[in-house]
């Protein structure tokens, strides 16, 4: 009910309200049932029950009909259901007097400190960090009026307001909330954590705190010194109308972040997929900047770079492989994500090693009030979350597992070879969070997800993630705290072939990584906000093995030497308000790099191309061995000039180095792709971005428009000679060359956040070109000259659209053009060894047909009622409302002597789905 | 509301299908005017060396390959020694039968007509190895051909096996009659009974780089279905098995991975194959083809109808629409003359003679040179 509290009327309350505090009485219980009956006799059945007077202005009530059906319940849960649909709010006070009014709610008691402070109030805690920290501010402040005092001090200067944003209800923290005080523009926004840090003017401010996802609220502070003060928000329950992608309103214009992208789950939830469930990679693909090159797979093309210059994080750990069943699905369960953000541009130097972007995505910190959970059921897959307080307010658990059932429907469909075939997968999150005291947070994030499929009996694949990170936050201070984070990625698969018993075999490939890193935070003023760390990973890479399966294999194992290496980074970067106009940050991450042995290193011929002819030497490095160092400095800047107060210009740029590459000779990301590490012979890749762009919101900032261009440079990231072979390969560097790619392009998007239409329309035109100039003739690929990249898609619209019809009822319609991805296509044909065989184009020197795509989805939400066993809702989609036949890919096959060319449209009709999400 | 929202709460009546479909792409044509030389045939260490030469045509050219006629061909050995190729067919190059000295590097040389010169890379002359076993096993629904073979001196390790099926069939009707232009008369030629030749159009390499010895156990040539019509009475096949250099077996993959191999979701991206042979005239001009110095190993084996499974029924492949013969003089060829109706022999073939009527079908169904030859070759038992 308090949740209605947002008018004081302050005159009538003034004339009756005697304060009556904490004590009261239990209410009394009524039974009534009414079906769409006149307001007035809900009042004669309550007036009849029990010995309250219900006061209200019968014009305001007159056409107002109830239906409310209630056996012996409390007589403020009768009136809130009879009242729920209607826009009558009621208060009842200590004199059991009801009063019924339009719109507004009275507020029947005046707050604690209405007219005085109150010094002693739990909320203010001293500056001096030693000292325990009352319990009672647990509970955070919750009261919009009442004056909290903080701190104990001086009456002039500044002082250090921190804390942290909560939940009230589930006591998570809530990230990207605006704290701010309106009169002195000053605010800031809370970190992953949900903590916030803002210096002021001593004094007596109204603090304003906003976002999504809870109600916007404020608190009354006199701030005389440094101290604390924890907020707890409240859900909104009543509106559904969240497609709020961004945390602030003016965030766009505003912020300094350049090329980022944060989408919240709910925003997700609201687009279409193939399958009914929602997608985290399928929503990212669909912002500007973000490609992929077919549908159906989830590797990532930012801004023109390849699909393994992506930093995929999961709670800080770094997932290989996001996708599930061939990339139709993506890792991650949607229930227990929180957000998901994207760095595309300025990357903060906190991040590293991979050259194109930074996908990190949080899980949501689980119910530290009470045990609650939700779940899905899928055409393809169910998925079940439980959550909820392991010491209540102190700790929490969230698991979240997902698995499917396609198995069941490959063997439904009429195809024999879909019939011996098998997919599966399953996955698992798990996520603890602990808090010590104020000062001691710990959090720990399990997951797993395993994948098996056989295609027609005869080759099983299996591939499996594995990941588990452990974070210890610490606050030294109200300006500093310090991050501890240690995590675990393992990532492997195996293919088994059991066709022929003379060689059947086992092929395996594992890579592990052990990360360790601290970043600290540092806000010494208003001014500055440094971050620091230092972090170390160490990769440990099995490359390859074959063993023989049985006893018949002739299969002479042939297992790769391990790879080592360490990379390690140490970074500084500070974000300095120069003016409320002009905000710079500027970076620095230095990163280094050691190939580790034991390792038997090849050496070549300096010059030349790298072949078997041109190996001199072979060199054997012990355990622990440099066998090969590269560092240097990654660059990172950004900088925000605002013209007006809707409009900004802003630059970035940015140096990132990549250690580690994927060798994959196929189009799509596959799961049987391999990672390399840089050695002797593979090159570290090294990326250069510049950025400009302009950004301007219009109605109030209920509308953002951004331009964004980018100009990128990188050299050394790996490309293959013709016919390559990657797998079991113990001198790859004879079949890979060192490319140079530039990319560049504009995005233009228009977003709409709020109404009852809103959504995002993007537009981007960009290109991506590799060239492979060095070596012999042969090792050249298309003679040297620039080619467009696999995923080189010049243009890309998309529309996001949510039309909302009513709070329980919305619908969304997607559309997606892109210019067709770049073929190599077949030239002439020719006769040899007895059949027609094919002659190909230089590299990717065609496209294939344009793709476009069209989505449509109804949610239909249950009641809004807050208490109820569970909340439901459907979702009805069709994807690819027009049947479209989008080429998945195209080959060309050689049948009887001829050859022909064939498309495969994975989804080549419309596809209807049907969802049930349910939470409790 | 509430009702429509929440039904039975139990599971899910599926709605998908999975709407995958593979469908013909045509892009629009790559208008490409250049032809390249493509040069097919390897030096053969011990007896006659073939080599065509020939030209790539368009995708969507219906017409043959044109081969490239009077060009002078021949094998050069890096010690200088010559064996030239005389044209015995249009585009058709072949050596007389000899031995190359062994452990020696040799070329393949070209000046077409027109002058340009090509030449392959010098590449060692191979030895191959003999045919361990080669023979059909019966499985529940065809014959599968094996191949065996090893080398002892683990020498050979890449093996590449080319082979010809050759098998005797009849056509649908035996034509006792023929008609010499004014009257049926006596058929003296037999066109029922037939041998058809082809040659394997996969390609079939190994390497036993990664097995402990230079085997090859059992490879898996060729699989007939039992309902093939190639085992209707006697079947004959001949493998010819060429041992590798490495960098020929390489190429040998990539031409499979280009045009075999591709189809399903992770299979390798087409490239442009680099064989062996190069313009001496213009270092950027393609030319196709790898030419290879090896020897050759070749085995026939027969298989007779008798020693198959009965139960195996073959169908008499290209002759399934002919059912049913026709018969003159009858009621659909009324008013026709006997020359009217045979007028064209590529309508109709007399058959046989019931009473006073002739019966007939259409030469794709009477006469099996159609499909085949009735010349018995030479090998045939």
Redesign the interface.
């Given at each position: 009910m308090k949740h209605l509290f947002s008018f004081l009327f302050l005159g009538w309350v003034l004339g009756m309200a005697t304060p009556t505090r904490g004590q009261q009485p239990e209410p009394q219980r009524v039974s009534v049932s009414l079906q769409q009956a006149h307001f007035a006799e809900l009042v004669r059945e309550i007036e009849a029950q029990v010995p309250y007077r219900f006061f209200f202005n019968p014009a305001a009530v007159d056409s107002v009909v109830v239906t409310v059906r209630a056996q012996q319940q409390p007589l403020p849960e009768v009136l809130r259901q009879a009242l729920q649909n209607t826009p009558l709010r009621f208060a009842i006070d200590a004199q059991n007097r009801i009063y019924v009014t339009r719109g507004v709610t009275i507020q029947t008691e005046l707050p604690d400190s209405f007219f005085q402070p109150e010094p002693a109030n739990a909320l203010a805690s001293s500056p001096d960090p030693a000292d325990p920290v009352p319990a009672t501010s647990r509970a955070g402040s919750t009261s919009a009026f009442k004056l909290y005092e903080i701190g104990t001090g001086s009456a002039t200067g500044k002082a250090t307001l921190a804390g942290h944003v909560r939940e009230a209800k589930t006591g998570e923290p809530v990230v990207g909330a605006t704290v701010y005080v309106e009169a002195l523009n000053a605010g800031t926004s809370t970190d992953q954590f949900g903590f916030f840090s803002l210096t002021l003017p001593v004094g007596r401010h109204e603090v304003k705190i906003r976002g999504i996802g809870f109600k916007n609220t404020r608190r009354q502070v006199l701030l005389r010194g440094d101290g604390k003060l924890d907020i707890e928000t409240e859900e909104d329950i009543t509106t559904l109308r969240e497609v709020v992608i961004e945390a602030e309103k003016d965030r766009n214009v505003a912020s300094l972040q350049m090329g980022v992208e944060r989408l919240d789950v709910k925003t997700m939830r609201q687009v279409p997929t193939a399958?009914g469930e929602t997608d985290v990679l399928r929503v990212v693909l669909t912002l500007p900047g973000v490609k992929s090159v077919g549908e159906g797979n989830t590797g990532l093309n930012v801004r023109g770079g390849a699909t393994d210059q992506n930093l995929i994080l999961f709670n800080d750990a770094t997932i290989y492989n996001p996708s599930h069943l061939?990339g139709f699905f993506s890792a991650f369960n949607p229930d227990v994500i929180k957000s998901v953000e994207l760095y595309k541009s300025a990357i903060p130097a906190k991040y590293g090693g991979r050259l194109s972007s930074v996908l990190d995505i949080t899980t949501r910190d689980g119910n530290k009030k009470k045990f609650s959970g939700s779940g899905g059921?899928g055409?393809?897959t169910s998925r079940l979350t439980l959550e909820g307080p392991l010491v209540k307010d102190k700790s929490s658990f969230l698991v979240g597992g997902r698995s499917s059932y396609s198995d069941w429907?490959l063997h439904l469909?009429p195809n024999e070879s879909f019939r011996q075939s098998s997919a599966s997968f399953y996955d698992v999150s798990a996520h603890l969070s602990h808090e010590f005291n104020e000062k001691n947070t710990v959090y720990a994030t399990g997951y797993l997800s395993t994948d098996k499929f056989r295609?027609a009996s005869d080759t099983a694949y299996k591939y499996l993630n594995q990941n588990a990170s452990l974070k210890w936050r610490h606050t030294f201070n109200n300006k500093l705290y310090g991050v501890l984070t240690g995590a675990l990625s393992r990532y492997q698969y195996d293919i088994t072939s059991q066709r022929?018993a003379?060689v059947a075999s086992e092929l395996t490939y594992q890579i592990k990584q052990y990360n360790a890193q601290a970043d600290f935070s540092y806000l010494p003023n208003a001014k500055h906000t440094v971050d620091f760390g230092v972090s170390s990973v160490l990769y440990h890479v099995s490359p390859g093995g074959?063993t023989p399966v049985g006893s018949e294999s002739?299969?002479?194992t042939?297992v790769l030497p391990r790879e080592q290496g360490l990379e390690s980074a140490l970074y500084l970067s500070d974000r300095i308000d120069v003016s409320p106009r002009l905000s710079v940050a500027v970076g620095l991450r230095y990163s280094l790099y050691n190939a580790l042995g034991p390792r038997e290193v090849y050496r070549y011929v300096p010059g030349q191309s790298k072949t078997l002819n041109t190996l001199t030497d072979t060199v054997a490095y012990g355990p622990g061995r440099v066998l090969a160092t590269y560092h240097g400095p990654e660059y990172r800047f950004s900088a925000r000039y605002s013209l007006t107060a809707v409009s900004s210009v802003k630059a970035s740029f940015n140096r990132t180095r990549q250690y580690i590459h994927m060798l994959s000779?196929?189009?799509?990301m596959?799961p049987?792709d391999i990672w390399k590490l840089s050695d002797a012979n593979v090159r570290p890749q090294v990326g250069d971005q510049y950025s400009v762009g302009y950004y301007h919101n219009f109605r109030a900032n209920t509308i953002e428009a951004s331009v964004e261009t980018y100009y990128k440079s990188t050299k050394d990231f790996v490309d293959y000679k013709?016919?390559a072979t990657l797998i079991?390969n113990r001198h790859i560097e004879t079949d890979i060359v060192n490319a140079v790619g530039k990319a560049y392009g504009v995005e233009v998007m228009l977003r709409k956040l709020t109404g009852k239409i809103n959504g995002w329309v993007s537009y981007t035109y960009s290109r991506s070109l590799v060239q492979v100039n060095q070596g012999t003739?042969?090792d050249q690929v298309n003679?040297g000259e620039y080619y467009p990249s696999?995923f080189d898609k010049p243009h890309d619209f998309t529309l996001i659209g949510n039309y909302r019809f009513s709070r329980?009822i919305s619908s969304s319609l997607n559309f997606t053009y892109s210019t067709g991805r770049p073929i190599?296509?077949?030239?002439?044909?020719?006769?040899?060894?007895?059949?027609t065989?094919?002659?190909?184009?230089?590299?990717n020197a065609?496209r294939v047909p344009d793709y476009y795509r069209a989505d449509f989805a109804l949610n239909?939400?249950?009641?809004h009622k807050v208490k109820k066993l569970a909340h439901?809702s459907?979702t009805f989609g069709v994807y690819?409302l027009t049947?479209r036949?989008n080429?998945?890919?195209?080959?060309?096959?050689?049948v009887g002597?001829q050859?022909?060319?064939?498309?495969?449209?994975?989804?080549?009709?419309?596809?209807?789905?049907?969802?049930?999400n349910f939470k409790f | 509301?509430?009702r429509?929202?929440?039904p039975l709460s139990g599971?899910?009546?599926?709605?998908?299908?999975?709407?995958?479909?593979?469908?013909?792409?045509?892009?629009e044509v790559?208008n490409?005017t250049?032809?390249?030389l493509?040069v097919?045939g390897f030096i053969n260490g011990q007896g006659v060396s073939t080599i065509r030469l020939?030209?790539?045509?368009?995708?969507t050219?219906q017409n043959?390959?044109p081969s490239e006629t009077k060009a002078t061909v021949a094998i050069q050995s890096q010690s200088g020694q010559r064996y030239p190729l005389t044209e015995n067919e249009p585009g058709v190059y072949v050596t007389a039968s000899q031995q190359l000295p062994a452990n020696e590097q040799y070329r393949l040389h070209i000046r077409t007509a027109g002058g340009r010169e090509y030449a392959s890379d010098y590449t060692l002359l191979k030895h191959t190895p003999a045919l361990d076993r080669f023979e059909g096993q019966i499985q529940a629904n065809g014959l599968q051909i094996y191949v065996s073979a090893h080398d002892e001196q683990a020498q050979t390790r890449y093996y590449r096996w080319?082979y010809e099926e050759t098998w005797a069939f009849t056509s649908a009707f035996r034509s006792t009659l023929t008609f010499d232009g004014q009257r049926v008369v006596p058929r003296t030629e037999n066109i029922y009974n037939c041998w058809r030749t082809q040659?394997?159009?996969?390609?079939n390499t190994f390497s036993t780089v990664?097995?402990?010895?230079d085997?090859v156990?059992?490879y898996?040539l060729l699989f007939i279905p039992a309902s093939s019509g190639r085992l209707q009475s006697l079947y004959s096949l001949r493998v010819r098995q060429y041992a590798l250099s490495a960098e020929e077996f390489?190429y040998w993959?990539?031409?499979k991975?280009?045009?075999?191999n591709?189809?399903?979701?992770?299979?390798?991206?087409?490239?442009?194959?680099?064989g062996n042979v190069h313009s001496l005239t213009d270092?950027?001009e393609?030319v196709?083809?790898f030419v290879g110095a090896t020897t050759e190993v070749s085995q026939r084996l027969f298989i007779n109808r008798h020693s198959l499974p009965p139960d195996w029924h073959s169908r008499n492949e290209g002759y399934e629409s002919c059912t049913e013969l026709d018969t003159f003089p009858s009621q659909t060829w009324r008013g026709w003359t006997l020359q009217e109706y045979f007028a064209d022999p590529q309508q109709r073939i007399p058959v046989g003679r019931v009473g006073p009527r002739y019966t007939a079908q259409s030469p794709q169904c009477v006469d099996c040179r159609v499909l085949g030859t009735n010349v018995k070759p030479s090998f045939w038992p």
């Amino acid at each position: 009910m308090k949740h209605l509290f947002s008018f004081l009327f302050l005159g009538w309350v003034l004339g009756m309200a005697t304060p009556t505090r904490g004590q009261q009485p239990e209410p009394q219980r009524v039974s009534v049932s009414l079906q769409q009956a006149h307001f007035a006799e809900l009042v004669r059945e309550i007036e009849a029950q029990v010995p309250y007077r219900f006061f209200f202005n019968p014009a305001a009530v007159d056409s107002v009909v109830v239906t409310v059906r209630a056996q012996q319940q409390p007589l403020p849960e009768v009136l809130r259901q009879a009242l729920q649909n209607t826009p009558l709010r009621f208060a009842i006070d200590a004199q059991n007097r009801i009063y019924v009014t339009r719109g507004v709610t009275i507020q029947t008691e005046l707050p604690d400190s209405f007219f005085q402070p109150e010094p002693a109030n739990a909320l203010a805690s001293s500056p001096d960090p030693a000292d325990p920290v009352p319990a009672t501010s647990r509970a955070g402040s919750t009261s919009a009026f009442k004056l909290y005092e903080i701190g104990t001090g001086s009456a002039t200067g500044k002082a250090t307001l921190a804390g942290h944003v909560r939940e009230a209800k589930t006591g998570e923290p809530v990230v990207g909330a605006t704290v701010y005080v309106e009169a002195l523009n000053a605010g800031t926004s809370t970190d992953q954590f949900g903590f916030f840090s803002l210096t002021l003017p001593v004094g007596r401010h109204e603090v304003k705190i906003r976002g999504i996802g809870f109600k916007n609220t404020r608190r009354q502070v006199l701030l005389r010194g440094d101290g604390k003060l924890d907020i707890e928000t409240e859900e909104d329950i009543t509106t559904l109308r969240e497609v709020v992608i961004e945390a602030e309103k003016d965030r766009n214009v505003a912020s300094l972040q350049m090329g980022v992208e944060r989408l919240d789950v709910k925003t997700m939830r609201q687009v279409p997929t193939a399958f009914g469930e929602t997608d985290v990679l399928r929503v990212v693909l669909t912002l500007p900047g973000v490609k992929s090159v077919g549908e159906g797979n989830t590797g990532l093309n930012v801004r023109g770079g390849a699909t393994d210059q992506n930093l995929i994080l999961f709670n800080d750990a770094t997932i290989y492989n996001p996708s599930h069943l061939f990339g139709f699905f993506s890792a991650f369960n949607p229930d227990v994500i929180k957000s998901v953000e994207l760095y595309k541009s300025a990357i903060p130097a906190k991040y590293g090693g991979r050259l194109s972007s930074v996908l990190d995505i949080t899980t949501r910190d689980g119910n530290k009030k009470k045990f609650s959970g939700s779940g899905g059921i899928g055409p393809l897959t169910s998925r079940l979350t439980l959550e909820g307080p392991l010491v209540k307010d102190k700790s929490s658990f969230l698991v979240g597992g997902r698995s499917s059932y396609s198995d069941w429907i490959l063997h439904l469909l009429p195809n024999e070879s879909f019939r011996q075939s098998s997919a599966s997968f399953y996955d698992v999150s798990a996520h603890l969070s602990h808090e010590f005291n104020e000062k001691n947070t710990v959090y720990a994030t399990g997951y797993l997800s395993t994948d098996k499929f056989r295609l027609a009996s005869d080759t099983a694949y299996k591939y499996l993630n594995q990941n588990a990170s452990l974070k210890w936050r610490h606050t030294f201070n109200n300006k500093l705290y310090g991050v501890l984070t240690g995590a675990l990625s393992r990532y492997q698969y195996d293919i088994t072939s059991q066709r022929d018993a003379s060689v059947a075999s086992e092929l395996t490939y594992q890579i592990k990584q052990y990360n360790a890193q601290a970043d600290f935070s540092y806000l010494p003023n208003a001014k500055h906000t440094v971050d620091f760390g230092v972090s170390s990973v160490l990769y440990h890479v099995s490359p390859g093995g074959l063993t023989p399966v049985g006893s018949e294999s002739l299969i002479k194992t042939d297992v790769l030497p391990r790879e080592q290496g360490l990379e390690s980074a140490l970074y500084l970067s500070d974000r300095i308000d120069v003016s409320p106009r002009l905000s710079v940050a500027v970076g620095l991450r230095y990163s280094l790099y050691n190939a580790l042995g034991p390792r038997e290193v090849y050496r070549y011929v300096p010059g030349q191309s790298k072949t078997l002819n041109t190996l001199t030497d072979t060199v054997a490095y012990g355990p622990g061995r440099v066998l090969a160092t590269y560092h240097g400095p990654e660059y990172r800047f950004s900088a925000r000039y605002s013209l007006t107060a809707v409009s900004s210009v802003k630059a970035s740029f940015n140096r990132t180095r990549q250690y580690i590459h994927m060798l994959s000779n196929t189009t799509a990301m596959s799961p049987t792709d391999i990672w390399k590490l840089s050695d002797a012979n593979v090159r570290p890749q090294v990326g250069d971005q510049y950025s400009v762009g302009y950004y301007h919101n219009f109605r109030a900032n209920t509308i953002e428009a951004s331009v964004e261009t980018y100009y990128k440079s990188t050299k050394d990231f790996v490309d293959y000679k013709g016919g390559a072979t990657l797998i079991l390969n113990r001198h790859i560097e004879t079949d890979i060359v060192n490319a140079v790619g530039k990319a560049y392009g504009v995005e233009v998007m228009l977003r709409k956040l709020t109404g009852k239409i809103n959504g995002w329309v993007s537009y981007t035109y960009s290109r991506s070109l590799v060239q492979v100039n060095q070596g012999t003739p042969a090792d050249q690929v298309n003679g040297g000259e620039y080619y467009p990249s696999n995923f080189d898609k010049p243009h890309d619209f998309t529309l996001i659209g949510n039309y909302r019809f009513s709070r329980r009822i919305s619908s969304s319609l997607n559309f997606t053009y892109s210019t067709g991805r770049p073929i190599t296509l077949p030239l002439a044909k020719y006769y040899m060894g007895s059949a027609t065989r094919v002659y190909y184009s230089e590299r990717n020197a065609y496209r294939v047909p344009d793709y476009y795509r069209a989505d449509f989805a109804l949610n239909l939400e249950g009641n809004h009622k807050v208490k109820k066993l569970a909340h439901g809702s459907w979702t009805f989609g069709v994807y690819n409302l027009t049947g479209r036949k989008n080429p998945y890919s195209v080959y060309f096959k050689s049948v009887g002597g001829q050859i022909r060319g064939y498309q495969l449209s994975i989804f080549g009709q419309p596809i209807p789905t049907v969802t049930y999400n349910f939470k409790f | 509301m509430r009702r429509l929202l929440f039904p039975l709460s139990g599971y899910l009546v599926l709605l998908l299908a999975v709407g995958s479909c593979v469908q013909e792409y045509l892009p629009e044509v790559i208008n490409s005017t250049e032809s390249y030389l493509v040069v097919d045939g390897f030096i053969n260490g011990q007896g006659v060396s073939t080599i065509r030469l020939s030209k790539t045509v368009h995708l969507t050219t219906q017409n043959g390959f044109p081969s490239e006629t009077k060009a002078t061909v021949a094998i050069q050995s890096q010690s200088g020694q010559r064996y030239p190729l005389t044209e015995n067919e249009p585009g058709v190059y072949v050596t007389a039968s000899q031995q190359l000295p062994a452990n020696e590097q040799y070329r393949l040389h070209i000046r077409t007509a027109g002058g340009r010169e090509y030449a392959s890379d010098y590449t060692l002359l191979k030895h191959t190895p003999a045919l361990d076993r080669f023979e059909g096993q019966i499985q529940a629904n065809g014959l599968q051909i094996y191949v065996s073979a090893h080398d002892e001196q683990a020498q050979t390790r890449y093996y590449r096996w080319e082979y010809e099926e050759t098998w005797a069939f009849t056509s649908a009707f035996r034509s006792t009659l023929t008609f010499d232009g004014q009257r049926v008369v006596p058929r003296t030629e037999n066109i029922y009974n037939c041998w058809r030749t082809q040659n394997s159009m996969a390609i079939n390499t190994f390497s036993t780089v990664r097995l402990s010895q230079d085997a090859v156990r059992d490879y898996r040539l060729l699989f007939i279905p039992a309902s093939s019509g190639r085992l209707q009475s006697l079947y004959s096949l001949r493998v010819r098995q060429y041992a590798l250099s490495a960098e020929e077996f390489d190429y040998w993959e990539a031409v499979k991975k280009n045009t075999e191999n591709i189809g399903t979701l992770f299979d390798p991206l087409p490239s442009q194959v680099q064989g062996n042979v190069h313009s001496l005239t213009d270092p950027d001009e393609p030319v196709l083809g790898f030419v290879g110095a090896t020897t050759e190993v070749s085995q026939r084996l027969f298989i007779n109808r008798h020693s198959l499974p009965p139960d195996w029924h073959s169908r008499n492949e290209g002759y399934e629409s002919c059912t049913e013969l026709d018969t003159f003089p009858s009621q659909t060829w009324r008013g026709w003359t006997l020359q009217e109706y045979f007028a064209d022999p590529q309508q109709r073939i007399p058959v046989g003679r019931v009473g006073p009527r002739y019966t007939a079908q259409s030469p794709q169904c009477v006469d099996c040179r159609v499909l085949g030859t009735n010349v018995k070759p030479s090998f045939w038992p």
